[in-house]
């Protein structure tokens, strides 16, 4: 294993490999205003949901790397403690990215990108018409990490209303995780889609308590054709299946067919005979 320490990184080296390691992350749209009311609208990747009771969501405009100057962004939200953020999907993903170019501070990214502003019910900044979700936010606190160059800026919000694209609700009224098809962001010039051909679920045993690996049978555990993840479906059951397990390769190759499609009932079956 390369051991790295961060100090021996310059600030670009150590900005490109955690946020290469560190994603995807989602995207927040943040539209904000100044003062004297000129408006900015910006995406930044640093951002995560960190309470839903109070509904709180933190994003960070951090210092520039190359010259260490501040962002639009955060000089607004000292001006004027309130944003509006958007959540971005493949549908204005590229109208997202052109929204980032640093221009100068009276120039209004909603032009620029070609989305379309909307007045809020709450808030000073505008709403993102485009965006599947909005959250209307105030700011509580802005934290500053620092005073060099990638130093972030912790825009803690309390978001007081959301609003709700009707075209991403399922027939229940909740949001579809499906429809949204949201983007995320990577290292470099990558970025990650979450659509219907790479979405997959997981059973959180939240409830429940799986076995464990510890007591998975040794035909099972030490098999040669199970991986970790394969390991980790089976011991997430509550009881072992009484029976004995067959160790053969091709018997485990079968299950995990089953394994791959979450059919864990199906897959232990198989092991069973």
Known sequence: MKTISPKDLNNLQLQTLLQTAIAPRPIALASTVDKDGNVNLSPFSF????????????????????????KHTLENVLEVPEVVIGIVNFKIVQ????????????VNEF???????????????KLIEECPVNLECKVLEVKHLGTEGGA????ICEVIKIHVLEEYLNDSGSLDQLKLDLVARLGGNWYSRNNENN????????????IGFDLLPDEIKF???FTGNDLGMLANVEQLPEGNFCPEESTHTEAQKHLLESRIEEAWKTLLK
């Open 95 to 106: 109208q997202i990215s052109l929204a980032s170019t640093e221009y100068e501070k009276e």
């Open 111 to 125: 032009t620029k990108s070609g989305l379309t502003m909307k007045e809020a019910d709450l808030v000073k900044p």
């Open 152 to 155: 972030g800026n912790l825009v």
């Open 47 to 70: 951002f995560n949901l960190f309470s839903s009771n109070p509904p709180v969501v933190i994003f960070s405009p951090a210092r520039r790397v190359r010259d260490n100057t501040t």
């Open 223 to 225: 098999s040669k054709v």
């Open 199 to 210: 979405l997959f679920e997981v059973p959180k045993p939240l409830v429940t308590k799986g």
